[in-house]
């Protein structure tokens, strides 16, 4: 289970920040995005692009509908966010 978990995340953190091919795409559809958000009403759209430039949500979304466990949702969540800052630490220094 343990396993399954660290592969989602991996997966998460590469999509979500560390795989460049994908900044394109996921840049456009910000930039669509927040102009929706312009339309009054529409602010529920920040949720969505939370989503897709957040790997530690986009790991616990996707290990709940993956595996079904909030709480191995919640641990996949934490260990994004943990190997998310160990990996900016390392490319500050």
């Not at 399954?4 to 795409?25: D, G, H, M, R, S």
């Not at 466990?69 to 160990?86: C, R």
């Amino acid at each position: 289970m343990i396993l399954e978990v660290i592969q989602i995340v991996a997966v998460c953190l590469l999509t979500a920040k560390y795989f460049t091919p994908l900044n394109p795409v996921k840049d456009w559809v910000i930039t669509k995005l927040v102009h929706l958000m312009i339309k009054p009403g529409w602010n529920w759209l920040d949720k969505i692009i939370i989503l897709i430039t957040c790997p530690m949500c986009q790991s616990f979304w996707a290990i709940l509908l993956i595996l079904h466990s909030l709480p191995w949702a919640a641990i996949g969540a934490i260990i994004a966010k943990v190997v998310d800052l160990i990996i900016e630490r390392l490319d500050y220094e």
